[in-house]
Structures are given as structure tokens and as C-alpha cells.
């Protein structure tokens, strides 16, 4: 269960509330957030919810069965939006864009970008400057001092920027530069990554694993959560399968069925979804059409010149015309 306790509560209000639960064979786990303070208690015998909502501290209680508590859409029937700046509402009645390379590789390629963003009205830039790549041999990303162009050129066109953290000792010297820390496939279930990014309070966006589970997924969320950072959003990217046509197995089901599952925004990459140019757009718009409160894909102003994930980014002409039809379809929806 989640307990939700009240703003200013005081320490001894606090004790008396977990000795009442613990009384009743529960364990305890203090959670406190920028949003709200939590005890989550854990146990299997049947209790009246009612006789902890009634103790004084206590705001609500909510019987959550979930292995994940504190991002399941039962105590919090509302998407738990994020802002990360005027006019950019995560999670909000429209859906986000972000975009971007996959690699950041250099100033001038960052200014192309930001201003095709510009022109299509997208706030958000995606760009990775530590790149986990599968061979040793190919580009590993500018690092820090690509992050601090990244972020020098993104503030000056007022557009946020997302880029992935891939160990601890990135978070501080990141913090600085990065609107959005974005977790990677391959890290997903780095839990000690995880309980590091719960205690920054910067938006964090977690990818699927490559053969994750929905249910790892969010107990992978919960880590983050319960470390104290309610600013999180689930990213479906494709599974891997035994299917060979196309880079992974876009999960289309995964959207509504996360959205069920959890208060989180969830966000769609039909770029790492399918790996292939021209069949981007139409996983977007499926994703979109499905529920997503945001896409994230790759624009490279030449991509066939891209160091990294040239096969999978659109051009400026491309994402223009996906751009347009998100719009239509965002018509059609409502």
C-alpha cells in the first residue's frame, strides 16, 4: 500500500504513523520526493485501509497490489505531467516532440538542427555524447565538452535538450548541461544508476530494455521513484525478437497497455522501434495514434554522413513531413 502523508508533517507524527503500520505485520519504506512525502508498507496480511487513513499526518492511503507501487496508475488515476519549461507539458493534452541526431558531432551540425527544430516548432532535442556502442571501433561521442556546446547552443535557441547518462560519475558533471537524463536500453535495469538519477531532481527518461518486460520496466521506474524523483517517463524503443527484417520488434501494444499500467508519460521512438528510414514515420504515427504523449526520433541534416544510426534518421525534408502529419493526425484524434 501508499501511504501519502501531509506537507509539513512532523517527525513524531511521522514515527507514530510507521509503529501503527508496522504493528499490523507491514514493513515500512520512507519515500520523499519533490512532489510529496510516502511510506510505502509491504505485507500480505488483510487490513482496513481505513484505520491508517484516519490516523493524524495522513492525507490518503491506497491498496496497491503491484510489485511497483508508487508508478502504478492506481493511487493516481491522473498522467503525472512534466514541465520542463513554458509551453513544453510532458505528459500534458498533447503530445511531445523531440528530436535530434544520435550522435552529437559537432557545432555546426547542433546549429542545422536546432534550426530545423525551430522551423517546425519542436522544443526538445534529443543528441547523445556518450554513445554506448556495440563495437569498441566506431564513434563514442564528443563527451563532456560536446554536452557543454550542446547545451550552449540549445539554450541560446531556447529549445531543452535530453542526452543519455550512462554511469554514476557522469550525473554530476552532466547536471549542469541537461534538461532530460535519458537512460539507455542497455542500462536499464543499473540499478545503482537508477537510485543515483532518484536523487537528482532532473527529468529522467528510462527506455525499455532490449528484451525487457513491461513489468521489469516499471519495477525498473520504481528504483528511480522510491529513490525520490517523480519525474519519469517510460520510453518504448522495440524489443529485440527473433524477427531479422528490421532492428527490433516495435512493441505497438506496450503504449496503451503502459498507459493502464501506470500514472508515467510514455514516450515512443520509432527511430530505434524499426532502424529503417523509410518506415519511421508510419511507426510514429501508429504510436501516436496509440496513445503516446510524446515522440522521439532522429534528424540528421545528412544522414547518410551521420557517425552513428545512419540507416534510421530522417532528413529535414522527412522530418518536416512526419512533423505534418503528426499534426493531422492530432486533428483527426481529437
Given at each position: 500500500?501508499?501511504?501519502?502523508?501531509?506537507?509539513?508533517?512532523?517527525?513524531?507524527?511521522?514515527?507514530?504513523?510507521?509503529?501503527?503500520?508496522?504493528?499490523?505485520?507491514?514493513?515500512?519504506?520512507?519515500?520523499?520526493?519533490?512532489?510529496?512525502?510516502?511510506?510505502?508498507?509491504?505485507?500480505?496480511?488483510?487490513?482496513?485501509?481505513?484505520?491508517?487513513?484516519?490516523?493524524?499526518?495522513?492525507?490518503?492511503?491506497?491498496?496497491?497490489?503491484?510489485?511497483y507501487k508508487l508508478v502504478?496508475?492506481?493511487?493516481?488515476?491522473?498522467?503525472?505531467?512534466?514541465?520542463?519549461?513554458?509551453?513544453?507539458?510532458?505528459?500534458?493534452?498533447?503530445?511531445?516532440?523531440?528530436?535530434?541526431?544520435?550522435?552529437?558531432?559537432?557545432?555546426?551540425?547542433?546549429?542545422?538542427?536546432?534550426?530545423?527544430?525551430?522551423?517546425?516548432?519542436?522544443?526538445?532535442?534529443?543528441?547523445?555524447?556518450?554513445?554506448?556502442?556495440?563495437?569498441?571501433?566506431?564513434?563514442?561521442?564528443?563527451?563532456?565538452?560536446?554536452?557543454?556546446?550542446?547545451?550552449?547552443?540549445?539554450?541560446?535557441?531556447?529549445?531543452?535538450?535530453?542526452?543519455?547518462?550512462?554511469?554514476?560519475?557522469?550525473?554530476?558533471?552532466?547536471?549542469?548541461?541537461?534538461?532530460?537524463?535519458?537512460?539507455?536500453?542497455?542500462?536499464?535495469?543499473?540499478?545503482?544508476?537508477?537510485?543515483?538519477?532518484g536523487k537528482t531532481d532532473?527529468?529522467?527518461?528510462?527506455?525499455?530494455?532490449?528484451?525487457?518486460?513491461?513489468?521489469?520496466?516499471?519495477?525498473?521506474?520504481?528504483?528511480?521513484?522510491?529513490?525520490?524523483?517523480?519525474?519519469?517517463?517510460?520510453?518504448?524503443?522495440?524489443?529485440?525478437?527473433?524477427?531479422?527484417?528490421?532492428?527490433?520488434?516495435?512493441?505497438?501494444?506496450?503504449?496503451?497497455?503502459?498507459?493502464?499500467?501506470?500514472?508515467?508519460?510514455?514516450?515512443?521512438?520509432?527511430?530505434?522501434?524499426?532502424?529503417?528510414?523509410?518506415?519511421?514515420?508510419?511507426?510514429?504515427?501508429?504510436?501516436?495514434?496509440?496513445?503516446?504523449?510524446?515522440?522521439?526520433?532522429?534528424?540528421?541534416?545528412?544522414?547518410?554522413?551521420?557517425?552513428?544510426?545512419?540507416?534510421?534518421?530522417?532528413?529535414?525534408?522527412?522530418?518536416?513531413?512526419?512533423?505534418?502529419?503528426?499534426?493531422?493526425?492530432?486533428?483527426?484524434?481529437?
Open positions: 500500500m501508499i501511504i501519502q502523508l501531509k506537507h509539513h508533517i512532523d517527525s513524531s507524527t511521522k514515527e507514530r504513523i510507521a509503529q501503527f503500520v508496522q504493528s499490523l505485520d507491514y514493513t515500512v519504506s520512507e519515500v520523499s520526493t519533490q512532489k510529496g512525502n510516502y511510506f510505502v508498507g509491504i505485507g500480505k496480511k488483510e487490513i482496513d485501509i481505513r484505520h491508517i487513513g484516519s490516523l493524524e499526518g495522513v492525507a490518503d492511503v491506497y491498496r496497491v497490489s503491484e510489485n502504478s496508475r492506481k493511487w493516481k488515476q491522473q498522467t503525472s505531467a512534466i514541465e520542463l519549461g513554458p509551453g513544453v507539458l510532458i505528459g500534458g493534452p498533447e503530445p511531445v516532440l523531440m528530436a535530434g541526431p544520435c550522435a552529437i558531432e559537432s557545432e555546426d551540425q547542433v546549429r542545422a538542427v536546432v534550426d530545423h527544430l525551430k522551423q517546425q516548432g519542436i522544443r526538445v532535442m534529443r543528441g547523445g555524447v556518450f554513445k554506448p556502442r556495440s563495437s569498441p571501433y566506431t564513434f563514442q561521442g564528443l563527451g563532456i565538452e560536446g554536452l557543454r556546446m550542446f547545451h550552449r547552443v540549445c539554450k541560446e535557441a531556447g529549445i531543452y535538450l535530453i542526452t543519455e547518462v550512462m554511469e554514476i560519475a557522469q550525473i554530476e558533471q552532466m547536471y549542469d548541461y541537461v534538461d532530460v537524463f535519458q537512460v539507455g536500453a542497455r542500462n536499464t535495469q543499473n540499478f545503482n544508476l537508477l537510485n543515483a538519477l532532473k527529468p529522467v527518461l528510462l527506455k525499455r530494455g532490449i528484451s525487457g518486460t513491461i513489468d521489469e520496466l516499471l519495477q525498473s521506474a520504481e528504483y528511480v521513484f522510491s529513490a525520490g524523483n517523480e519525474q519519469l517517463m517510460l520510453c518504448e524503443r522495440g524489443i529485440r525478437s527473433f524477427e531479422s527484417a528490421y532492428r527490433n520488434t516495435f512493441d505497438i501494444n506496450a503504449i496503451p497497455l503502459l498507459k493502464e499500467k501506470t500514472h508515467l508519460p510514455v514516450i515512443a521512438d520509432p527511430s530505434h522501434g524499426i532502424g529503417i528510414r523509410s518506415h519511421v514515420a508510419a511507426v510514429a504515427l501508429a504510436a501516436a495514434a496509440a496513445g503516446a504523449d510524446g515522440i522521439i526520433y532522429e534528424v540528421h541534416a545528412q544522414p547518410e554522413r551521420a557517425l552513428s544510426d545512419a540507416q534510421q534518421t530522417l532528413n529535414f525534408e522527412e522530418s518536416a513531413a512526419l512533423v505534418a502529419q503528426l499534426k493531422r493526425l492530432a486533428a483527426v484524434l481529437k
